[in-house]
């Protein structure tokens, strides 16, 4: 991953070859992919979950590390509240 990293930094610099080898072994390491490896409890945990919302479980896993990151500052709240939107609550 490294030498990808480093291929594109300095893309100029690398020969059509070199790409050519790191493209390959990326595509590889992509497909090679199987999926999120959880301990059994957990992975019941979210399985079920998963089944109850309709949703599939990495769809799930992927929601609630948004989540996670939103509220813990990682990422920017996703939805500003429109100034002439009605919330509840007071002003």
Not at 5 to 13: F, P, T, W
Not at 24 to 37: E, I, K, P
Not at 75 to 84: I, Q, S, T, Y
């Amino acid at each position: 991953m490294q030498e990808l990293e480093s291929a594109a930094d300095h893309i100029a610099d690398a020969s059509r070859a070199d790409l050519q080898v790191l493209l390959r072994r990326a595509a590889l390491l992509l497909r090679n992919v199987g999926g999120l490896s959880l301990e059994p409890r957990t992975d019941e945990i979210l399985a079920g979950l998963a089944a109850e919302m309709g949703k599939g479980k990495l769809d799930l896993v992927e929601t609630i590390l948004d989540d996670w990151l939103v509220a813990n500052a990682y990422l920017p709240v996703p939805h500003a509240l429109d100034e002439e939107s009605e919330t509840e609550g007071r002003a």
